[in-house]
């Protein structure tokens, strides 16, 4: 979490030594999509991401010891400094942010790339491996409204029940969200239970 009294981290604590991370923003969204693989068991998940991470070797091979330090990276890149909830607290758990429901930075990619651009007139392509990821997540939590990934984001959160009284409207939004559609929702079809909910109401409507 960006923080003006402390410096992003760079360095990881065990057994009294200290060990070198990498956690530039392409680094984490790299690691989150190890996270979201289908096609890799939890060991594997564990390496990937460890050897993502870790820059300098630790001199053993422990699987406990790797998820232990994976686990604590993770739970480092998604702190926020809002929204925190007193379950939270009491578990000390944090939101995953490779979960969020409307935005995947790989499929979103070209749509975050402009809303840099356009935004803070920031190339990302020429910070790869240079921007700490706590840089990335502060400038991206805090895009304008007008931004490409942020107006994605609104149509992929707009309730269409909202319009039953538009049916241009109506149409309009059911069409970014089709076109907007993130693939790890096609398989729950939700876009489609949510647009034949509301045209259903305007075609009753109609009739009447």
Same mark, same amino acid.
């Given at each position: 979490?960006?923080?003006?009294?402390?410096?992003?981290?760079?360095?990881?604590?065990?057994?009294?030594?200290?060990?070198?991370?990498?956690?530039?923003?392409?680094?984490?969204?790299?690691a989150f999509g190890v996270l979201d693989s289908e096609e890799l068991d939890d060991e594997n998940k564990i390496k990937q991401c460890f050897d993502l991470f870790i820059i300098d070797d630790? /001199?053993? &091979?422990?699987?406990?010891? +790797?998820? #232990?330090?994976?686990?604590?990276? @993770?739970?480092?890149?998604?702190?926020?400094? =809002?929204?925190?909830?007193?379950?939270?607290?009491?578990?000390?758990?944090?939101?995953?942010?490779?979960?969020?429901?409307?935005?995947?930075?790989?499929?979103?990619?070209?749509?975050?790339?402009?809303?840099?651009?356009?935004?803070?007139?920031?190339?990302?392509?020429?910070?790869?491996?240079?921007?700490?990821?706590?840089?990335?997540?502060?400038?991206?939590?805090?895009?304008?409204?007008?931004?490409?990934?942020?107006?994605?984001?609104?149509?992929? /959160?707009? &309730?269409?029940?909202?319009? +039953?009284? #538009?049916?241009?409207?109506?149409? @309009?939004?059911?069409?970014?969200?089709?076109? =907007?559609?993130?693939?790890?929702?096609?398989?729950?079809?939700?876009?489609?239970?949510?647009?034949?909910?509301?045209?259903?109401?305007?075609?009753?409507?109609?009739?009447?």
């Open positions: 979490m960006f923080s003006f009294t402390k410096r992003p981290e760079k360095t990881i604590q065990l057994a009294n030594r200290e060990y070198r991370i990498n956690l530039a923003f392409d680094v984490v969204i790299s630790l /001199g053993f &091979d422990s699987l406990a010891v +790797k998820s #232990d330090i994976v686990s604590s990276i @993770f739970q480092y890149v998604n702190e926020q400094p =809002y929204g925190h909830t007193d379950n939270d607290e009491e578990t000390g758990s944090e939101p995953a942010d490779n979960f969020h429901s409307d935005f995947d930075y790989e499929q979103d990619a070209g749509a975050i790339y402009a809303s840099f651009l356009n935004f803070y007139h920031i190339d990302l392509n020429q910070m790869i491996g240079r921007m700490h990821w706590d840089e990335f997540k502060a400038l991206f939590d805090n895009l304008g409204a007008e931004t490409p990934i942020q107006k994605i984001r609104q149509y992929r /959160g707009d &309730d269409l029940t909202r319009y +039953k009284d #538009d049916a241009e409207r109506a149409q @309009f939004i059911s069409s970014q969200q089709f076109y =907007y559609q993130l693939d790890k929702d096609k398989g729950n079809d939700m876009f489609s239970g949510n647009a034949s909910s509301v045209f259903g109401m305007l075609f009753e409507e109609g009739k009447e």
